[in-house]
């Protein structure tokens, strides 16, 4: 049975850091697409950042590109984001959401929800002005 479980998260200030870090299981050892989305109040699900863990293939949203990197820790299927330099902006829910690999003009491209059957239940990233 596949399972996502996400932790880290919290609140901090402007300009500051956090990482979160999502473990998936049930992938039967297979390297998997692992994505970072999130949910801001009054808005819908963005998609944050994916990547494949058989080769460590990244992709990013322009809106977190160079401030936040997705990597794959040594455990296989466990991923972390490390947010730096935050802005209010990045104030929501975030999600991590697992599924077997696609390749659509890259691993786990584009960053779309849709390409995702399961999920983790969110973590709130809060960041104060």
């Known amino acids: 049975q596949m399972q996502v479980v996400e932790s880290g998260g919290g609140s901090v200030q402007a300009g500051g850091s956090l990482r979160l870090s999502c473990a998936a299981s049930?992938?039967?050892?297979?390297?998997?697409?692992m994505g970072w989305f999130r949910q801001a109040p009054g808005k819908e699900r963005e998609g944050v950042a994916t990547?494949?863990?058989?080769?460590?293939?990244?992709n990013y949203a322009d809106s977190v590109r160079d401030r936040f990197t997705i990597s794959q820790d040594n455990t296989k299927n466990t991923v972390h984001l490390q947010m730096n330099n935050l802005k209010p902006d990045d104030t929501a829910i975030y999600y991590c959401?697992?599924?077997?690999?696609?390749?659509?003009?890259?691993?786990?491209?584009?960053?779309?929800?849709?390409?995702?059957?399961?999920w983790g239940q969110g973590t709130q990233v809060t960041v104060a002005s």
């Open positions: 990547i494949y863990t058989g080769i460590n293939a990244t």
């Open positions: 959401a697992a599924d077997f690999p696609t390749y659509n003009g890259g691993w786990c491209y584009p960053i779309s929800e849709t390409a995702f059957n399961y």
């Open positions: 049930g992938f039967r050892g297979r390297s998997i697409c």
